[in-house]
């Protein structure tokens, strides 16, 4: 059993700061150690099975930036234990040097101010580290360098943000992620729907086996259909799934007999999969086969079956239309679930297997659910955003990003009430102008991504079932919130013309 211990100064951080249970240790490869937190006065002890160098992260309260995860350097074990503002602040510099010195060398323009805000990070980092014998003036001197560390990163993203998005309009032949949205169970108002087909590309169609088959053998075609005709007429990009949901209460009641024999399941799942393609084939060429394969969740399926579940779903329909560009839906990529201890395989692990299996995917589309509990993440800023997607890059493969952010804090009587938002969730209290402004921070950024080939909002609007609290941009009573507007400024960035395969 390996430990590792951090010193929290002052101690009266710890009596508001829920977060630090939920931190993890990372190995060298990005693998999450089954991490268990432990604490003793102003002492944090994290305990995992290795005893090898590791990376603490930890969402760490930062003056004017809220809460946002942050990473330590690579430590080792000792018996002293670290200072923890001290390890995040270096953590956070190391992260901000390597990254500039990359895009240096790819001729990006670096910003003075950039290099000023990290320079005066460096400064109070320096100063922090002469001081470790005063914990508390160090500590002190250590939150300094971390607010202006995570200002010097804003400045930074937002410089390349701008950058990437200018190639882009340089080069047509390259251009930002198409902008969807996921569309809801029902029938929208025409208002709604004008609205909808005037601000997103594409669109996310829930043809969701629980919802078409909730009785063995008898399927409700006719929501779906409306809503295929919508796209068609439109000229919208439809993409649709996620046909098999592996997540809590995704798959139909009556498949939970044959929960036990994988072998059934498989054929059941098959046969749903291969009806829904073919019914729609030629219509929707883009494809979210399967959701929540790494997290899991649904019936007593392993993470094994769920693998052997994911691949069989996707050859399944690769063979029923070659046509088609098939997806998986990954949701908390960065991984920080494994902490608990019931995963062996990384997210990343999961889809370079199905990649490794030559099964035709064409795409991952990573599902990133910022303030919500206990299945979601907490919040990150853009730094870490470019970095996950630079890191699921190398798969080489399309990816895709579906977003979620709340925009109040009370409960959502059409929302999945196993959800709640967890506070706080970013810089300020949760509002609609909260939610606007998050989707004005990390959309672009997503959107210049070469490696991004679409970006979709969870769903439309909060009028109607739903799995996210208060994640719509549209209000229940049919107004749009202010994160519509954010999104549809958003087209400026690319061409306006909706996206076709």
Known sequence: MGVMRFLVQPSELLDDWPEVHRAYVTGFDRHVFPTQVELEGNLVKCQRPHSDSGKLHVAFPVEQHGRPVLTTTSLREREEPYLLPLELARGKIAELRDQSSAWEIIRMEIPESYRVAERRAFQLLAQASAVQNDPDECCRIARRALTAACDASDVLLKSYTSQRIAVCHRAPSNPPASL??????GTLNEETKDLFCSTFQAAAIPIEWKRVEPVEGQYHWDIIDQLVDCCAEHRQLPRGGPLIDLGAGGLPQWLQPWEHDILNMQSFVCDWVETAVSRYQGRIRLWEVSA????????????????????RTLE???RNDDDAQLFIRIDQPWGDYQA???HRLSPFQFVDAVVRSNLGLAGVNLEINVGYRPRGGSSRDMLSFSRLIDYWSMLGIQIHVTLAFPSDVHEDPNANQDLEVATPVWRRPCNEDVQ?????TFVPLLMSKPAVTGVYWTHLTDAFPHQFPHAGLIRADGTPKPSFEALRSQLSFGTTQPATL
Do not use: D, K, M, Q
Not at 180 to 185: A, D, I, K, N
């Open 180 to 185: 969807g949205c996921g569309l809801p169970w």
């Open 436 to 440: 606007a402004e998050w989707v004005e």
């Open 292 to 311: 929540y394969g790494n997290s899991g969740g649904a019936l007593a399926i392993s993470e094994e079956n769920r693998l052997g579940l994911v691949a």
């Open 316 to 318: 399944t329909a690769g």
């Open 340 to 342: 608990r201890g019931h």
